[in-house]
Nanobody, 123 residues
Framework: QVQLVESGGGLVQAGGSLRLSCAAS????????IGWFRQAPGKEREFVAA????????YYADSVKDRFTISRDNAKNTVYLQMNSLKPEDRAVYYC????????????????WGQGTQVTVSS
């Protein structure tokens, strides 16, 4: 079992940066792929980025490529999402999720979910 807790959300002006953290408990964290998803008001949850357990495989949504960077520190049981050049359309609740085996873009394939952290970008 893996428990995930997100932090680092907040209010930022357009063009600014935030770094989200996903802290995990559980001894098997280093074997778990982590994905970040987001859900804006009135919209479906969408994929943002994912990283394999080793960090060797990384995926990004086209909408965040070249602006967001996902990374992990298995020694600290933490995955990070560095978000730069934020836009008002990035406003959403951001969730991290974990799964066994390969990283995936598909939310339904993830077994563990955090409670989410709010990101608001003002124009």
């Amino acid at each position: 079992q893996v428990q995930l807790v997100e932090s680092g959300g907040g209010l930022v002006q357009a063009g600014g940066s935030l770094r989200l953290s996903c802290a995990a408990s559980g001894r098997t964290f280093s074997s778990v792929a982590i994905g970040w998803f987001r859900q804006a008001p009135g919209k479906e949850r969408e994929f943002v980025a994912a990283i394999s357990w080793s960090g060797g495989t990384i995926y990004y949504a086209d909408s965040v490529k070249d602006r967001f960077t996902i990374s992990r520190d298995n020694a600290k049981n933490t995955v990070y999402l560095q978000m730069n050049s934020l836009k008002p359309e990035d406003r959403a609740v951001y969730y991290c999720a974990g799964k066994r085996n390969d990283a995936s873009l598909i939310a339904a394939s993830y077994d563990y979910w955090g409670q989410g952290t709010q990101v608001t970008v003002s124009s």
